[in-house]
């Protein structure tokens, strides 16, 4: 499955970014969407997951700031994000499995990955 992600750039804090994630020709409606982050000298982060029509997940430093949405008309995944800090700037990373599992936190559980799309939150 091949990712694209976009939507990254630099915004005030405060402001609001929407990232997206397709997956040209190919339908997702069968798999677990999402995203990870990664800062410079850290370590991968989840971010938000979604389940197939089903329910959404985030990390505690994202939940009720981002919200994850799925068109499966359009193969794409969105992630809207409110009330942007500095400390989530970041590479996004869109990621995809087919099954859904427990451990969805965990980077090495997803078989497919974007190509990364930089959020950077700065005055």
């Known amino acids: 499955v091949q990712l694209q992600a976009s939507g990254g750039g630099l915004v005030q804090p405060g402001g609001s970014l929407r990232l997206s994630c397709s997956t040209p020709?190919?339908?997702?409606?069968?798999?677990?969407m999402g995203w990870f982050r990664q800062a410079p000298g850290k370590e991968r982060e989840f971010v938000a997951a979604?389940?197939?029509?089903?329910?959404?997940y985030y990390a505690d430093s994202v939940k009720d700031r981002f919200t994850i949405s799925a068109d499966n008309a359009k193969n794409t995944v969105f992630l809207q994000m409110n009330s942007l800090k500095p400390e989530d700037t970041a590479v996004y990373y869109c990621?995809?499995?087919?099954?859904?599992?427990?451990?969805?936190?965990?980077?090495?559980?997803?078989?497919?990955w974007g190509q990364g799309t930089q959020v950077t939150v700065s005055s």
């Open positions: 979604i389940r197939p029509r089903s329910r959404a």
């Open positions: 020709g190919r339908p997702f409606s069968g798999y677990v």
């Open positions: 990621i995809a499995r087919l099954i859904w599992t427990v451990q969805y936190s965990n980077p090495a559980q997803y078989d497919y």
